[in-house]
């Protein structure tokens, strides 16, 4: 069965200093990986995903994250976060071709920025 | 173009009453999806549907929960003689596509239902 895990429920940071969230996945088949960002009250946004291809991508606020399938991880990095950066990011996964899109979370981290 | 829609933002219910969540999906999107996110915890899926058709109801709780999808008019979750338990924020997403391609979705901005 697939599983997400984000070992870091908080991840305080001071303005400006980069940050890197980390995740990591168990699947015995082909994935897609997802980081979506929620604000307080607020719905899930997406963030930035993978699919196949480059194993870096990027989103357009300035966060990256790689694809590692022999460490079956997919890391959130960002070189300089702002105060706006605070939130909650949740890394998910799906099976690949043949499923039905199902996603699995993580237990989420809670990026606090201070200034 | 409006986003998932859901309403009510916020519900109480005393126990044992019923809760009934709406979602309209993005205009266009055939796939909706039914989330459950309770404190201190990610979201849990709960059920997969297309028009008419339920397709993956895996993480539905066996008594008191249903879901459907309508051919019109918004999906609907229902849940009967509510529990303490069973407050939490209830995220409804839609996707357009077919979910073979593995596109994340779009997600609305929940319903948090408080039993009281």
């Known amino acids: 069965a697939q599983s997400v895990t984000q070992l870091d429920s908080q991840v305080p940071v001071f303005e400006e200093a980069p940050v890197e969230l980390r995740c990591n996945y168990s699947?015995?088949?082909?994935?897609?990986l997802f980081w979506y960002v929620q604000y307080p009250n607020q719905g899930l946004q997406l963030l930035l995903k993978y699919l196949s291809g480059s194993t870096l991508v990027e989103s357009i606020n300035g966060f990256e994250a790689e694809f590692n399938k022999s460490q079956t991880s997919f890391h959130l990095r960002k070189p300089s976060v702002h105060i706006s950066d605070t939130a909650e990011y949740f890394c998910a996964v799906s099976e690949g071709s043949g499923a039905t899109n199902k996603l699995i979370f993580g237990t989420g981290t809670l990026l606090a920025v201070q200034p | 173009n409006a986003g998932v829609m859901q309403n009510p933002r916020h519900l109480v219910r005393r126990r044992g009453q019923e809760a009934r969540l709406r979602c309209s999906p993005m205009?266009?999107?055939?796939?909706v999806y039914w989330y459950r996110q309770l404190p201190e915890e990610g979201l849990k899926f709960m059920v997969y549907?297309?028009?008419?058709?339920?397709?993956?109801e895996s993480g539905m709780p066996k008594e008191r929960f249903s879901a459907e999808f309508p051919k019109e008019g918004p999906s609907i979750l229902r849940i009967q003689q509510v529990v303490r338990g069973d407050s939490a924020a209830y995220f409804c997403?839609?996707?357009?596509?077919?979910?073979?391609?593995?596109?994340?979705?779009?997600f609305g901005s929940g319903t948090r239902l408080t039993v009281v």
């Open positions: 699947s015995s088949v082909s994935v897609y």
């Open positions: 997403a839609s996707s357009p596509r077919n979910p073979q391609e593995g596109h994340g979705y779009t």
């Open positions: 205009k266009g999107h055939s796939h």
């Open positions: 549907l297309q028009k008419e058709n339920i397709i993956d």
